[in-house]
């Protein structure tokens, strides 16, 4: 099962294309300036199987990719390589970007968990390394200069340019009376609305509710 904190299911705003997006709960890291603080906890959030998952992911006829972010995703990398290959099976052509926190390199000399081989096999792009809020340059869908865009196929390659340095962009869905930010947010945006501490021992985002993008980019990485 997976531990997922949030999906949105066909967006625009993280990559080409009508996307399906999972954010996982939990994350190893501690970024300064993570927007998802309340994702970075390792802690039950909403359990979901990969064949459900998948269905959940294609509800919308128009995706043609998926997008995984978090929390981190190598930490939950079985599942969701289990998810990308039950997706692609019913949807042929389907995109994967996948971000992370950890390095290319160390996620294949030293991989954290079971399927992070798996989970790369089905990555077309894998957007790696940590949120450096002081690196935030306002460009790409990587939240800060530090991150690298890799290509681990082709399928993708047209829209390098885009996913490095091209503009940002939010989309915002109103859920029982909380907002969730979709994307990877500009630094004037993360400044509005910052997350803060709810004073319980776990961080939440204020309102109007979470934002959430790209693996800490503004919210995971
Ligand atoms: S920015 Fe990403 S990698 Fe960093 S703490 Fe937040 S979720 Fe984890």
Not at 25 to 35: E, I
Not at 40 to 65: F, N, S
Not at 130 to 136: F, G
Not at 141 to 170: F, M
């Amino acid at each position: 099962m997976l531990n997922v904190a949030e999906t949105c299911v066909g967006t625009r705003a993280l990559g080409p294309g009508m996307r399906s997006a999972v954010w996982v709960q939990g994350c190893p890291f501690r970024c300064p300036g993570c927007l998802a603080p309340e994702w970075i906890p390792d802690r039950p959030a909403r359990a979901v199987a990969p064949a459900d998952l998948a269905a959940e992911l294609l509800a919308d006829p128009r995706v043609t990719g998926l997008t995984f972010s978090g929390g981190e995703p190598m930490e939950q990398a079985a599942g969701l390589a289990e998810v990308a290959r039950l997706a692609r099976r019913d949807r042929s052509g389907l995109t994967l970007i996948c971000f992370t926190g950890y390095r290319l390199e160390r996620l294949r000399s030293r991989p954290p968990g079971d399927g992070v081989a798996a989970l790369l096999a089905e990555a077309d792009v894998l957007i790696d390394g940590l949120y450096v809020a002081a690196r935030d340059d306002d460009r790409g869908l990587r939240g800060s200069s530090n991150q690298r865009v890799h290509h681990l196929t082709g399928r993708l390659r047209d829209a390098a340019e885009v996913l490095a340095t091209g503009p940002r962009k939010i989309e915002i869905r109103v859920r029982a009376g909380a907002a969730l930010y979709v994307g990877v947010p500009s630094r004037a945006l993360a400044a509005a609305y910052p997350p803060v501490a709810r004073g319980d021992g776990r961080d939440a985002m204020t309102v109007p509710g979470a934002l959430a993008g790209g693996a800490g980019e503004g919210s995971a990485r």
